[in-house]
């Protein structure tokens, strides 16, 4: 059974920076992980993904901002988050088990984990 940790939420003001960690277990394949978001009243959308061999992809809100990495030998994804806006308040979540389809799609992902809050005020 695959189970994702989030950590590193927290609250900052405007400008202020953020490294979200994600520690997978149960989960052996090398594969694309992800970070999500969903904001209250909103629908989730991609943040970032990456795969095992280093291809990423970033939603062009976060371009330039945001830095998505992993570590294979440790099984944990991360995002590091600069330069934070009061719109990138949200829940973030991690992603894994990639089935198929572009990976800043949340149905490409089979297991989330519970999210961790992120609120940035200016």
């Known amino acids: 059974q695959v189970q994702l940790v989030e950590s590193g939420g927290g609250s900052v003001q405007v400008g202020g920076s953020l490294r979200l960690s994600c520690v997978a277990s149960?989960?052996?394949?090398?594969?694309?992980m992800g970070w999500f978001r969903q904001a209250p009243g909103k629908e989730r959308e991609g943040v970032a993904c990456?795969?095992?061999?280093?291809?990423?992809s970033y939603a062009d809100s976060v371009k330039g901002r945001f830095t998505i990495s992993r570590d294979n030998a440790e099984n944990t994804l991360y995002l590091q988050m600069n330069s934070l806006k009061p719109e990138d308040t949200a829940m973030y979540y991690c992603?894994?088990?990639?089935?198929?389809?572009?990976?800043?799609?949340?149905?490409?992902?089979?297991?989330w984990g519970q999210g961790t809050q992120v609120t940035v005020s200016s």
């Open positions: 149960g989960y052996t394949r090398r594969s694309y």
């Open positions: 992603a894994a088990q990639y089935s198929r389809g572009y990976c800043l799609v949340g149905d490409a992902f089979r297991s």
């Open positions: 990456i795969d095992s061999d280093g291809r990423i």
